[in-house]
């Protein structure tokens, strides 16, 4: 059974940094590709940053420079680390993997900006 679990959401002031972090069971990170998404209330879930099988990275353009995705196979985990963090990135932020054509979404954990 595939399971994904996010963890480290919170509450930061801006300009403050978090670290998301995205464990697997059932699947291997390594194998696939994997991404992170966020929701906030009224809007649709947007793409954040997504890192292939070969390990390269791609970033939605607000979190270029801010947030860094990175594998860590020993652990079957991926993160990301976010800096500058401003109210805009307040969100309920999930990570997905496809296995086999298959959509596995975690529960997602929730980041709030704000002074």
């Known amino acids: 059974q595939v399971q994904l679990v996010e963890s480290g959401g919170g509450l930061v002031q801006p300009g403050g940094s978090l670290r998301l972090s995205c464990t697997g069971s059932?699947?291997?990170?390594?194998?696939?590709?994997v991404g992170w998404f966020r929701q906030s209330p009224g809007t649709e879930r947007e793409l954040v940053a997504g890192?292939?099988?070969?390990?390269?990275?791609a970033y939605e353009e607000s979190a270029k420079g801010r947030f860094t995705i990175s594998r860590d196979n020993t652990k079957n985990t991926v993160d990301l680390q976010m800096h500058s963090l401003k109210p805009e990135d307040t969100a309920v932020y999930y990570c997905?993997?496809?296995?086999?054509?298959?959509?596995?979404w975690g529960q997602g954990t929730q980041v709030t900006v704000s002074s």
């Open positions: 997905k993997a496809r296995l086999s054509d298959v959509d596995y």
């Open positions: 059932g699947i291997i990170f390594s194998n696939i590709a």
């Open positions: 890192v292939t099988i070969g390990g390269v990275a």
